[in-house]
């Protein structure tokens, strides 16, 4: 089936908001590199996403860090790279490596007689001012949504303007410990004796960095399932009385009298702090790990919550895959829950195209965001970029070809996928104001 010419140029020029990435700030970038923490070669490429794809094609856990980590020089990087590469070149991971180094490179693959010349590109193109030109100028972005891990809580980001923050509440409710409640007690300047006291060192979090945050971020459905039980707050004090007495001993599953009263109390501030809560739902990064069993309960649990806290927005990530059908199916019946594509392009980019066309004809098309990279390094953001507005543009033109969707609603549509719903939940100019 063709994709339309008149679809594919109007999603082409409009811009994204990317609602979802990991970067580091650019001094910080700079700053790793220089000091010899993160490669300046072909290797840093392959760094993340694909470098799950390429151990499970056969790379061995040692030549991944030769790889990935400084010390080797990129002639022998690519020598491990290349057999894996091969076999895993077809997946959204590698073909958004492909993607990004033409765009940045002008190279069209990474073959033995241009490994070198990309190589010595990612260390040249790493000057002060490359994350806008990388951002804005080839990915097409308006500005991105960070969830940093710079900070235990909230990155005091040098450019908030493209980067704006998210506000993580994982250090504060689902995976407290003893260094968080240091580092925090410090900078808040109150001493944590009793959950009450810990409650108080929350409100300054989101009283210090409310405003500025975008949106307030937790992925504990790496470690768990996501129903948080209703609590009463003396179990959760008893319990965390418990935890600050003997912490080391204290397994993550003790945690969860107080975890889970931690988990609705934040979600409340959120509301107060009119901040959508991004849950990592589904799939999982990395490899060799993930659960299925219990990423499976992730959408019925998804439904408790929304009913727990309905004036909370809750943004289930990554559509939820392989449980799309099933994000759908929420994002129809709860007025407050909203399906965020970001990182699910480059996990399976067909059963994302299936994704835009079962989701338009099903659920309200303000509650859909179509874009975020999910990606660490700034480089691969441009590829993304480009294979999301590949499949955006596929899945309206078959859309409209297909005789369910009138081709001529497809420009208001496109702009609120790519950036109006963007606009309309996320607070980008309140938030800006706050940083001054
Ligand atoms: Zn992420």
New binding site residues.
Partial sequence: MAVSGEIRDLIEKTPFVDT?E?LLDERTRLRRAAAGEIPTDIGYLFSHYADSDLIVAGMSADDWKRVTTVGLDAKDKWKLIAPCYARTRHTGYLQNVRESVRMLYGEDDIRDDNFQAISDKVAANMKPGFYHRVLNDLAKVEYTQV?SFEHVVFNRTEDPALLCQDLSFVALSTQVSPEGITTLSKESNIEVGSLDDWIRVVDWCFAAYGPRAIAVKNQSAYNRRLNYAQVSKDDAARAFARFLAKPDGFAYEDCAPFSDFLFHYCVEKAVEYNLPVKL?TGYYAGSGRMPLHRVAANPGDMCELLQAHPAAKFVMMHITYPYQDEAIAIAKHYPNAYVDM??AWIINPAASVRLVKEYLMAAPANKLFTFGG?YTPVELVPGHARIARKGLAQALSELVDEDWLDARDVPALVERLMRGNAHEVYDYKETLKAWG
Avoid: K
């Fill in positions: 979802h990991h969830n990592h970001c990182w999910d």
